[in-house]
T-cell receptor, first 113, second 112 residues
Framework: DSGVTQTPKHLITATGQRVTLRCSPRSGDLSVYWYQQSLDQGLQFLIHYYNGEERAKGNILERFSAQQFPDLHSELNLSSLELGDSALYFC????????????FGPGTRLTVL | GQQLNQSPQSMFIQEGEDVSMNCTSSSIFNTWLWYKQDPGEGPVLLIALYKAGELTSNGRLTAQFGITRKDSFLNISASIPSDVGIYFCAGPDSNSGYALNFGKGTSLLVTP
């Protein structure tokens, strides 16, 4: 158990819908990263938050957004969902803004029908 | 981000055999990380390497940070069935807030 929690574990929804994925980092970790894992693209970085502030963006679509709250949990919002958004979504946390060891949650499997 | 190439793509071995896999990059990394992912689970950090030439062990796992800083190697000795999974190398991308760039993974299957 990495100490990172993610909910829900599974999510099935329809095209055009909007969903919210939730992540709670390890106790004491201030950085939260979101990654998407698909069969064809592998693990891809989406966005990084540190202590409530956005620090970096990766391959994140404009339909996707995220935030980190004062209690340090983070939410990833996916809107206008398309079939191709079906994937595993992971969050990872680390102690500081520049600290390379990241600890991953169990993921949310999103299926868009 | 920087491209990470892992090989082999997959391995099918017998229990008790040793395993070697590697990861190469088109650019220099200051840190190499190795993760293992079981089906339907999140990646689990196995070993972190911080210095060129460094050799670090974690039980039956040994990883090395290549001298050129463009490659890393992971060895598993005396494999057991629970070693089955996908092994990823990763390195931090300083252009993306130190998010991790991942290789495509090496899938390991171990038969009893």
């Amino acid at each position: 158990d990495s100490g990172v929690t993610q909910t829900p574990k599974h999510l099935i929804t329809a095209t055009g819908q909007r969903v919210t994925l939730r992540c709670s980092p390890r106790s004491g970790d201030l950085s939260v990263y979101w990654y998407q894992q698909s069969l064809d693209q592998g693990l891809q970085f989406l966005i990084h938050y540190y202590n409530g502030e956005e620090r970096a963006k990766g391959n994140i679509l404009e339909r996707f957004s995220a935030q980190q709250f004062p209690d340090l949990h983070s939410e990833l919002n996916l809107s206008s969902l398309e079939l191709g958004d079906s994937a595993l979504y992971f969050c990872a946390s680390s102690v500081a803004v520049i600290y390379n060891e990241q600890f991953f949650g169990p993921g949310t499997r999103l299926t868009v029908l | 981000g920087q491209q990470l190439n892992q090989s082999p793509q997959s391995m099918f071995i017998q229990e008790g055999e040793d395993v070697s896999m590697n990861c190469t990059s088109s650019s220099i990394f200051n840190t190499w990380l190795w993760y293992k992912q079981d089906p339907g689970e999140g990646p689990v950090l196995l070993i972190a390497l911080y210095k060129a030439g460094e050799l670090t062990s974690n039980g039956r796992l040994t990883a090395q940070f290549g001298i050129t800083r463009k490659d890393s190697f992971l060895n598993i000795s005396a494999s057991i069935p629970s070693d089955v999974g996908i092994y990823f190398c990763a390195g931090p991308d300083s252009n993306s807030g130190y998010a991790l760039n991942f290789g495509k993974g090496t899938s390991l299957l171990v038969t009893p």
